[in-house]
């Protein structure tokens, strides 16, 4: 089974090209859905994330912008983080690739907005960067509930260049062409990855060891 890490800065429509693979017949994997699922009420990351962060928590459940404020700015906090949730999002991604393997899937997305910025790269037989025009990316950002410039600046402090991103991918969705070209660019790649001869070198020669 092949392994696809779809990844991409804030509002170049990562969500939105997720959405495509899914409906193409490809599962995928969203990470930032397992955090909420985590955070929630009865989730396994509460109990955890109070203690570390005392005070990050209402009615039972994570309050992601307390959190944010909290681990903002703060690498050691970021680390401490990192090393609660991290470990309870992988457990929830064996029970997804169980599934998956169940099901006879060839490919699956792995939805990984920080995949670069991890190291997780290294695990996929590809990556799709999902990206659009500076402009349009911070268009899209910044009309959303509470955003301002500047923690839109902050929060791309914490991810890799957009160039860099697309420099380093094996392919490329580009979303400030409209939804139809990039469905049709979703459609390619999926094609080119069951195709031996069109996938990237590392899916044919099999990804290093974890």
Known sequence: MLIIGLTGSIGMGKSTTAKMFREAGVPV???DAAVADLYEKGGAAV?????????VTKDGAVDREALRQRVL???????RLNAIVHPLVGADRVKFFEAAEAAKADMVVLDIPL???TGGDARMDAVVVVSAPEAQQRERVLARPG??????DA???RQMHDAEKRARAHFIVDTGRGLEAAREQVTEIIAAMRDPLRRPARAVEGRREQ
């Open 29 to 31: 994997y969203d990470a």
């Open 47 to 55: 109990e955890p994330l109070e203690a570390a962060f005392p005070g």
């Open 73 to 79: 700015g703060d690498d050691a906090a970021m680390t």
């Open 115 to 117: 995949l670069y910025e």
């Open 147 to 152: 955003m301002t410039p500047e923690r839109l």
């Open 155 to 157: 929060i791309l402090a």
